[in-house]
């Protein structure tokens, strides 16, 4: 990491760890995906094989298969077995003795069958479909470790930065703020008071306060699939309050990460990331010449915004308002108003968007880029026209790219299509 420069150290920090997160993000969405369907193959393959050995409809065994492995999905706690009826039934049915015997006198008669089926069981139990369960708790740890290792280097930052001592070597600089940074990182209690503690370094956390407790029950549950394989334990009962965990959270049962729950993690962990990183990145500044730091703002919001994350957006834009944007950044701050809007737009939020654009209205009148995002915003595309073309005679229409969400209403007209040739 480049420590000649603070503004350059901070862009590589949140750039290695926004990086890291994006492609964890993609693998879990894709590779989550994949393993739903080696799930459903795995079954579909054990149905034909027990329908050939049993002489029995594929399609029935397949519904059977599937009353014991009720979707995990959607699911925050591993279903209990016992309170399936049908199930219950079943188990019941396997300890009778008569089955026992008839199953041994189908066995000895059918001893070809008999060890086909018990290569299937065997196969089975070794790889069960369950590698969608598997990956999104795999996932949740990691998503938590790229948190961990950001915060590491926030406080190294800190302690690098702001004890900078021109009268000692930079390598015993390095490892005197390493060691101030582990020790203020330990002080933490849980990851609640890891964010807290930010307080001490002068970051204000308060555009975080509304997710601290939902965050706090992430990190309860990352803990427990670490440590006890996902059992609730005293623990997290203690520590996590009623509103925020699930409803069938008893100890003893196993908590599991379904599909909108990892979705929400990695929302609140890049909020998360977002705000400290970049208000730490600001305060911390000791000259108070961050070059990089309204850019990568910028970069960010408007790179949820082509990913469709518009609640993120919504967010990282509502949150940006703690920050004082300087003059010389204001469009900066202009362009964030405009893709919240565009994010609200495409959440159908049409109060939203005209809050915004009566905001836009107040400021620079001059500024072309504003005349054409409010035309837009407000539909009116014969004027957004004209606009655009006095940019292009300005020469300016290359500083805006034809691929910005604003313009999706007009992509489908010939003359926008051929106005950035």
């Not at 999104?136 to 190294?156: E, Q």
């Amino acid at each position: 990491m480049d420590l000649s420069s603070y503004d350059q150290y901070f862009y590589q920090s949140w750039h290695a760890f926004y990086a890291s997160f994006g492609s964890l993000r993609l693998f879990s969405e894709q590779i989550g995906r994949v393993s739903a369907e080696i799930d459903y193959a795995t079954i579909q393959q054990a149905a034909r094989e027990l329908a050939e050995i049993l002489n029995d409809d594929p399609r029935q065994i397949e519904d059977e298969i599937q009353q014991f492995l009720s979707s995990t999905n959607d699911l925050n706690v591993y279903p209990d077995f016992r309170d399936n009826s049908q199930i219950h039934q079943t188990l019941m049915d396997l300890q009778d003795s008569a089955f026992k015997d008839h199953l041994l006198d189908w066995a000895k008669k059918n001893p070809r069958q008999w060890t086909r089926l018990a290569a299937i069981f065997q196969d089975y139990l070794a790889s069960p479909p369950a590698n969608s369960l598997w990956l999104r708790r795999s996932t949740l740890i990691v998503l938590l470790s790229l948190l961990d290792v950001l915060f590491r280097k926030l406080h190294f930052a800190y302690f690098y930065f702001q004890g900078l001592d021109r009268k000692i070597t930079k390598e015993l600089q390095e490892r005197e703020a390493q060691r101030h940074a582990n020790k203020f990182y330990r002080a933490g209690k849980g990851w609640r008071g890891r964010i807290e503690r930010f307080q001490e370094l002068s970051v204000d956390i308060s555009p975080l306060q509304d997710y601290l407790d939902e965050f706090a029950e992430i990190a309860h549950r990352r803990n427990l699939l670490v440590h006890t394989d996902g059992i609730i334990d005293d623990v997290y009962l203690k520590h996590v309050p009623p509103q925020h965990r699930p409803p069938e959270a008893q100890k003893g049962r196993m908590l599991l990460v379904p599909r909108s729950y990892l979705q929400r993690a990695f929302y609140l962990v890049l909020i998360i990331g977002f705000w400290l990183t970049h208000i730490a990145w600001k305060k911390w500044d000791p000259n108070k010449r961050v070059k990089r730091l309204y850019r990568s703002i910028d970069q960010v919001i408007y790179n949820e915004l082509r990913h469709r994350n518009y609640h993120l957006v919504v967010e990282f834009a509502h949150i940006t308002d703690f920050l004082k944007f300087p003059k010389k950044h204001k469009r900066i701050k202009y362009t964030i108003l405009i893709n919240q809007a565009i994010a609200f737009r495409e959440l159908g939020e049409t109060h939203e968007v005209k809050r915004l654009t009566a905001r836009l209205s107040k400021m620079k009148r001059d500024d072309l880029l504003i005349k054409i995002a409010l035309a837009i915003l407000k539909g009116d595309f014969a004027r957004a026209r004209h606009f655009l073309l006095q940019a292009k005679q300005k020469q300016i229409l290359h500083t805006i790219s034809p691929d910005w969400p604003l313009f999706a209403p007009l992509t489908h007209e010939p003359w926008f299509q051929h106005l950035f040739e």
